[in-house]
C-alpha cells in the first residue's frame, strides 16, 4: 500500500530497507531533514519545533539502533492558548537488539528514569500509559500505553514485509524523566552516553 502525499521517492527508501539498522538510518535521515516524509506520520513534515533541539540525540539514537518514534523534551510554560503547559521529556521507540535494549534500560535506572518495556513478540496486556504532560494541571498527553495492531500496521505502513514484522513484534521501550520541566532533559544525555558505549564496544 503507498502512503498518500508521501514522494515516490521517499517510498522506495522506506520500501527498500531490510534490516533494523536500515531503518534506524532512515529516521535519523528524516529527523535531519534530507527525508521529507516518514511512515506513520503527516507526509511531508519534518520534527514539531520542539524536537529540533533533540534530533542530534535522537537520530544517534536511531542509528545505533534505538528506532524512536515519539519524543518530546521536558518543558514547562505558558502555550498559545494562554494555558500552563508543563512536559516530562520522554522517548519512545522499538529495538530488536538485545545488547543494546539492556544497556539503554541499565543506564536509564541506574540514573533515576522511568522506564518501561513492551515485548511486542507476546500477547500479554500492557500497563497503564504513564502521564507526560500536563495543561492546567490536567493530563493532556501519555507515553507507554500498548499500540493497537491497527495503531502498529499505520506506524510502519510501507515498510518491507519482513523489517514491518520485525518491528512491529520487537521490544519498545519507553524512557521517561520522573520530573516534569527542563530539569528531566538530563534524559538525552544519559541516553547519547549509553549508545556512544555501545559504539566504542563495537
Keep these: 500500500m503507498q ?9 522506495r527508501h522506506w520500501k527498500s530497507a531490510r ?3 536500515a531503518l534506524g538510518e532512515l529516521m535519523a535521515q528524516w529527523l535531519e531533514g534530507s527525508i521529507s516524509s516518514r511512515p506513520g ?19 544517534a539514537l536511531c542509528r545505533a539502533g534505538y ?14 492558548d494562554d494555558a500552563w503547559w508543563e512536559q516530562r521529556a520522554a522517548v519512545e521507540g522499538v529495538v530488536t ?6 544497556r539503554l534500560v541499565d543506564a536509564a535506572t541506574t540514573a533515576g528514569l522511568l522506564v518501561r518495556t513492551i515485548d511486542y513478540s507476546r500477547n500479554a496486556p500492557g500497563e497503564a500509559p504513564i502521564p507526560v504532560t500536563t495543561r492546567n494541571c490536567e493530563t493532556a ?3 507507554g500505553g500498548r499500540i493497537s495492531e491497527a495503531d502498529m500496521a499505520a506506524q510502519w505502513r510501507g515498510l518491507n514485509p ?25 534524559l538525552w544525555r544519559i541516553l547519547a552516553g549509553s549508545v556512544q558505549e555501545v559504539g566504542h564496544a563495537a
Excluded at 67 to 80: E, N
Excluded at 97 to 102: E, G, I, M, N, S
Design 41 to 59: 506520520y503527516t507526509p511531508r513534515y519534518g520534527p514539531e519545533d520542539e524536537t529540533r533541539p533533540l534530533v542530534p540525540t535522537l537520530a
Design 19 to 21: 534490516t533494523t539498522a
Design 97 to 102: 537488539d538485545p545488547v543494546l535494549l539492556h
Design 162 to 186: 519482513d523489517l514491518h514484522d520485525e518491528v512491529s513484534h520487537g521490544t519498545y521501550v519507553i524512557i521517561l524523566a520522573p520530573e516534569y520541566g527542563p530539569t528531566g532533559n538530563r
Design 67 to 80: 528506532v524512536t518514534t515519539c519524543s518530546q523534551p521536558g518543558l514547562v510554560g505558558w502555550g498559545a
Design 141 to 143: 498527553g501519555e507515553f
Design 3 to 11: 502512503l498518500p502525499w508521501m514522494s515516490r521517492t521517499d517510498r
